[in-house]
């Protein structure tokens, strides 16, 4: 087995075990929003920039693990993006001093890095003053990329905000509510409202492609947007997506923001207005060193008390590199309020959201319609992670993320969104069948304007404590494009449920 295979084996089990639950009481979380920044050396004479982002769990009071994303935001390596799992430990050597190490096993590339097959390997140690609200960190990273040429020892710092929650271990009926007990008294509800985003870029005279030509063709994007509510108007936002139509597949952006809006007399009816600030580049798109600002406004109707529809209009800007647009978008939305207590009075009914988090492995197979270069012909390995929602004890919604880490294809990236269902458990397995569609690009993979669709489906073992063992397989296709495949996928995954609190 190889040492790759290994570190992503120890990442499943270190992000899944400290999970477990036969409990169907109400447990508290704890976690931590983390925001670093590090300058990594790609050659002897260029450094890039990137900035991370983490969501951390506190499994036990030494261990923690979760998520992190990193983006090139200086430098001339726009649209450089990794993903991947997040593991380590830490100690307090007084009341406010941590001291962390861990590893980040991810895959990514793009920017045209020497990313190689864009498995990417970040240990690091670090020290931190730990407040109340936040934290702060001094550290050093060592980042490589082992079938690539980079690699990069380098200081870095961070940030660290504390948030914590409520859920319950394993899916629910909503006939067990009245059982669930409270613990760890009585903690804020979360408004959070989840969208399906559609947009439009526009460039305007200037714009130019990597190759410094004036290119203001139109594309079409297509993501997610999370928007977590601060007070009644004020509001958060994180977004990712990426290109789905046009001559720029590849493109990709994350941003971070602020969003405000105005209730319109008393009609279900708001002024949104977003400001935000990210990295985005690849498709031959000049966004430079890779931050870019958006500012947009537009309008956000209610039309059920949970399904949302907003419409807005803008602008976004490189910050170093040419490019500049104007921006269109569309969201169909759904808006919650998750309850961390049992509330005491009649008001409010409380059903359980039924929820699970797989950590992926999956292997576009050998074909010569995957690569723009019809001489290449080799499997793409893929790291990636998926959120299922579910509608009811068998239907599931989910979102779904992958970036290759082998097979030539360092800088591929797919986001996916769909339907699945999973059927009952026969003597601890189970089926289930996926219809998804998405948008990928980058790695030279011939996929058009990034659009394509799978139809899958596979089977599941129960291995009880809320977790599940799954392989299967698909067939893959792309709207435009020679893109065209077969698929074998396996993962873990881990089943909870949040409590939805509703009037």
């Not at 380590?88 to 001093?97: E, T, W």
């Not at 985003?197 to 594309?219: C, F, Q, W």
């Not at 600002?293 to 008390?305: C, S, V």
């Not at 602008?315 to 169909?332: P, Q, R, V």
């Amino acid at each position: 087995m190889r040492l790759k295979h290994i570190y992503f084996a120890l990442l499943l089990i270190s992000l899944s075990i400290p999970l477990m639950s036969n409990s169907i009481s109400l447990d508290k979380y704890n976690a931590n929003y983390q925001i670093g920044y590090e300058k990594v050396a790609i050659t002897s004479d260029e450094d890039m920039g990137l900035v991370g982002l983490s969501v951390l769990f506190d499994f036990t009071n030494y261990w923690y693990g979760g998520v992190s994303l990193y983006g090139a935001v200086d430098g001339k390596r726009g649209g450089f993006f990794t993903v991947g799992a997040d593991s380590g430990l830490r100690y307090s050597v007084a009341d406010n001093l941590q001291l962390k190490s861990g590893l980040f096993l991810g895959a990514g590339g793009g920017g045209s890095a020497p990313q190689g097959g864009g498995l990417m390997l970040r240990p690091y140690v670090e020290g931190s003053y730990k407040g109340e609200d936040f934290s702060l960190g001094l550290g050093v990273s060592h980042i490589s990329f082992p079938n690539g040429d980079i690699e990069s020892t380098q200081v870095y710092i961070a940030a660290q905000i504390p948030t914590s929650g409520s859920y319950l271990g394993g899916h629910q009926n909503s006939d067990n509510t009245n059982d669930i007990v409270a613990e760890g008294g009585v903690l804020r509800d979360d408004t959070l409202d989840v969208s399906f985003l559609m947009e439009h870029y526009v460039p305007r005279a200037g714009s130019k492609n990597v190759n410094s030509n004036i290119d203001t063709k139109p594309y079409s994007l297509a993501g997610i947007e999370f928007d977590i509510f601060l007070n009644d108007n004020l509001y958060g936002i994180f977004q990712a997506a990426g290109a789905g139509g046009g001559d720029s597949d590849g493109y990709m952006e994350i941003f971070g923001g602020l969003g405000y809006r105005y209730q319109i007399a008393n009609l279900p009816l708001y002024l949104d207005t977003q400001v935000a600030i990210g990295a985005s580049g690849g498709g031959r798109v000049d966004t430079g060193g890779g931050l870019v600002y958006r500012a947009q406004a537009g309008l956000k109707a209610y039309i059920t008390d949970n399904v949302t529809l907003g419409m807005k209009g803008g602008m976004i800007d490189a910050y170093e590199g040419t490019f500049s647009a104007t921006t269109y978008s569309a969201t169909l939305g759904y808006k919650g309020v998750i309850a961390n207590y049992i509330p005491s009075d009649d008001n409010h009914s409380i059903l359980p959201a039924n929820w699970g988090f797989r950590m992926l492995h999956k292997s576009h197979l050998d074909s010569d319609k995957l690569f723009k270069n019809s001489d290449r012909n080799m499997r793409i390995d893929l790291l990636g992670f998926a959120i299922d929602s579910y509608i009811n004890e068998n239907f599931y919604l989910t979102g779904q993320t992958y970036w290759a880490y082998k097979g030539g294809a360092g800088g591929y990236a797919e986001g996916i969104f769909g339907a699945g269902y999973h059927s009952d458990l026969y003597q601890g397995f189970s089926l289930y069948t996926e219809a998804l569609a998405g948008v990928g690009g980058g790695g030279g993979v011939s996929i058009g304007g990034g659009l394509f669709g799978s139809i899958g489906t596979g089977v599941a073992y129960d291995i009880g404590n809320d977790l599940e063992a799954h392989i299967g397989g698909a067939y893959v296709r792309s709207k435009d494009g020679s893109f065209s495949t077969n698929n074998v996928l396996f993962g873990l995954s881990y089943r909870f449920s949040l409590l939805e609190k509703k009037r």
